[in-house]
């Protein structure tokens, strides 16, 4: 490795949180960026702005001292790696640097990150979008403790339906919002439903960007990788979820899930995935990876077949994995509905929980943006769901995670 390289590697790998409050200096060409920037520091940085490039950021920083951070402008640079080399010789270890520029390209942005850069944002720089970097990389200057045990970790639910449209996400928003609300565990909610999943719908939020990345690069998974993808719903509650073209999946890499399940565990004490029926080799790692598999269903015939039928899938690929089978939108009726009776003596177990049709109420709390014991606290589908969340709650209290401490005053709370 040349001394160039290796300057950089140290650079970029960070030696530890600094002391008091970080110092951060940033070197942007437009105003509405300084703006933003300037909003977001507040009083949480040691911030200095200033006018300018990557070259402006050698120019000052040659002969001075280099901050602990450092964001700096890429725009109209002819070589930007070349500049990143020499922007690592006048820079101390430890310093972490975010970049920011206009060229919108997956092969550049992972270029950059090979190239030790933290993160990467297209211009315009969404607000919310540089605040979320930014935190990131405070967070890598003070990598997560490890569990020391399976024991642990955190618990991992997946959710998945018999059937379509049997109420799946709302289900999982719910069981989410539940146990870091009302039961304060730090809880990452999940969407793999990259193509139409509504989770981010749910909570009236911008789907995150990030997953997609992780799942076809898992080398890449890493608790930086985490934070700069998810996005906070309130103090506990995070979400991990994208929004790809109908005509684009995901190229899922082996191992992928696994990988992404193992950090997840490290920063939350439960964890909620949505896991959409269309893909089998998602499903079947989504499944290995859980301790608890809820599968939601309708009292319909056709339910009862495809729930019989992921239940098996399920012993087959869920390793020691809890199944529980969860029967919702009771009471709609319609041909082919079953009395809860004959339904459980043909599936071979008792259902789990028994949640009521309330279609109005849903409709309302997902349209406003609400979760349902927000948008719609009384509705006998709120209580059934919220009851059933009380067999995930936590024996003991835990100690509060990276990720809560992370999104903390990140997002005014869903009231």
């Known amino acids: 490795m040349s001394g160039v390289a290796q300057r950089r590697e140290n650079l970029f790998a960070g030696d530890g949180p600094s002391d008091g409050i970080p110092a951060l200096a940033a070197f942007i060409q437009d105003d509405a960026t300084r703006a933003s920037l300037a909003a977001i520091a507040g009083s949480t940085w040691d911030a200095t702005i200033l006018p300018g490039g990557i070259e402006d950021a050698i120019d000052q920083l040659w002969n001075g001292t280099p901050p602990r951070y450092l964001v700096v402008d890429l725009t109209g640079v002819a070589d930007p790696f070349s500049a990143i080399d020499r922007l690592a010789e006048v820079c101390a270890p430890g310093t972490l640097l975010l970049a920011i520029g206009d060229t919108n390209d997956i092969t550049f942005y992972r270029g950059l990150r090979d190239a030790g850069v933290a993160d990467y944002l297209v211009k315009p720089v969404n607000p919310d979008a540089l605040a979320a970097a930014l935190r990131a990389l405070r967070i890598s200057a003070a990598p997560p403790k490890r569990a020391d045990s399976d024991a642990d970790k955190g618990q991992i639910i997946a959710v998945v339906g018999s059937r379509g449209g049997v109420g799946v996400s709302t289900l999982a928003t719910t069981l989410a919002w539940q146990l870091a609300k009302a039961d304060q565990l730090t809880t990452m909610l999940v969407d793999l439903d990259m193509n139409s999943g509504t989770a981010a719908l749910a909570f009236d939020v911008e789907p995150g960007r990030g997953l997609s990345e992780a799942l076809e690069r898992p080398d890449r998974i890493d608790a930086l990788l985490i934070s700069t993808a998810a996005t906070p719903i309130s103090d506990q509650l995070t979400l991990l979820c994208a929004e790809e073209p109908f005509d684009s999946d995901a190229a899922l890499q082996p191992g992928a899930i696994k990988r992404l399940a193992n950090e997840l565990r490290q920063l939350a004490e439960r964890i909620i995935i949505d896991v959409p029926r269309g893909r089998t080799e998602l499903l079947r790692e989504a499944l290995s990876v859980a301790n608890v598999a809820i599968i939601v269903t309708d009292l319909s015939l056709a339910g009862l077949r495809d729930a019989t039928r ?24 319609g041909k082919g509905a079953l009395a809860r009776g004959d339904f459980e003596k043909a599936l071979g177990v008792t259902l789990s929980a028994l949640i009521p049709d309330d279609g109005a109420a849903v409709a309302h709390a997902v349209n406003t943006g609400r979760p349902l014991p927000v948008g719609a606290p009384a509705s006998k589908a709120t209580q059934a769901i919220v009851a059933l969340a009380r067999n995930f709650r936590a024996e003991s209290a835990a100690p509060k995670s990276l990720l809560g401490k992370l999104f903390r005053r990140t997002r005014q709370p869903v009231r």
């Open 310 to 333: 992921l239940r098996t899938f399920l012993r087959g690929h869920a390793g020691d994995c809890k199944i529980l089978v969860v029967a919702n939108r009771v009471g709609r009726g």
